[in-house]
């Protein structure tokens, strides 16, 4: 990607962390500091970065702006409070940028992104104007109806799980959201709607692991310690 492409990156935080009985798996310890400060820390030092808009919940707005100001982080633009679901959370996030040509999406509770992974995206993303980070399933997966029955197997072959970062052109986003309806999973279903654009697949990484349980905090502090983190 050209340099001269200014790309803006919303880190979606406003999640209420229910599987965490009631804590905030955003500010939870984890190496020594909020498990979203690692975040924020990988967009602010991916060079192909100009700003960064964080969307938390209200309450904890003051904790958030408070971090990042001890932490100095420059390319912080914004920090504003999500909504009731996800997707309006980044909605709000998207009117928060300045002048960007390319949105990089990721989850403020996926703590352990990278740099590579962020720069993979936007080179992805160049083909089609859209790429999510996803990687193979590795389980068996099978589908059936409420009653619990299997009706069937499908192949794992063309199964993906997918991740954040999720990158797109912000003019595909933008409509794609000022179009949204129904509630979706991810920011992909949303572009997938538009119907003509192609939704590109690029290698996420199996550590790279969504923090919903205490059990899911206790395995990505042993990650981090693994990267010598």
């Known amino acids: 990607m050209k340099r001269e492409k200014r790309v803006g990156a919303i880190i979606a935080a406003a999640g209420t962390g229910e599987r965490m009985g009631g804590a905030d798996k955003v500010l939870a310890q984890l190496g020594g500091k909020p498990a979203l400060a690692h975040v924020i820390d990988a967009f602010e030092r991916c060079e192909s970065i100009d700003q960064i808009v964080v969307v938390i919940t209200e309450?904890?707005?003051?904790?958030?702006?408070?971090?990042?100001?001890?932490?100095?982080?420059?390319?912080?633009?914004?920090?504003?409070?999500?909504?009731?679901?996800?997707?309006?959370?980044?909605?709000?996030?998207?009117?928060?940028?300045?002048?960007?040509?390319?949105?990089?999406?990721?989850?403020?509770?996926?703590?352990l992104v990278t740099v590579e992974l962020i720069e993979s995206g936007l080179k992805a993303a160049a083909e089609t104007g859209s790429a999510v980070a996803a990687v193979r399933v590795t389980d068996t997966i099978k589908v059936a109806g409420v009653d619990r029955i299997v009706r069937h197997?499908?192949?794992?072959?063309?199964?993906?799980?997918?991740?954040?970062?999720?990158?797109?052109?912000?003019?595909?986003?933008?409509?794609?959201?000022?179009?949204?309806?129904?509630?979706?999973?991810?920011?992909?279903?949303?572009?997938?709607?538009l119907g003509y654009v192609k939704v590109k697949l690029y290698a996420g990484s199996y550590e790279n692991i969504k923090v919903t349980t205490p059990a899911d905090l206790v395995l990505a502090e042993a990650l981090l310690g693994k990267q010598g983190k």
């Open 59 to 111: 309450q904890n707005t003051a904790q958030v702006r408070q971090i990042i100001s001890e932490e100095g982080w420059s390319k912080v633009a914004d920090v504003c409070a999500g909504g009731a679901r996800r997707q309006d959370s980044v909605l709000a996030g998207l009117g928060r940028l300045k002048h960007c040509e390319w949105v990089v999406i990721h989850d403020g509770a996926r703590p």
């Open 153 to 193: 197997t499908p192949s794992r072959a063309n199964l993906w799980a997918v991740q954040t970062p999720q990158v797109f052109r912000f003019d595909i986003i933008s409509e794609a959201y000022h179009r949204m309806k129904d509630e979706v999973s991810d920011d992909a279903e949303l572009v997938e709607q």
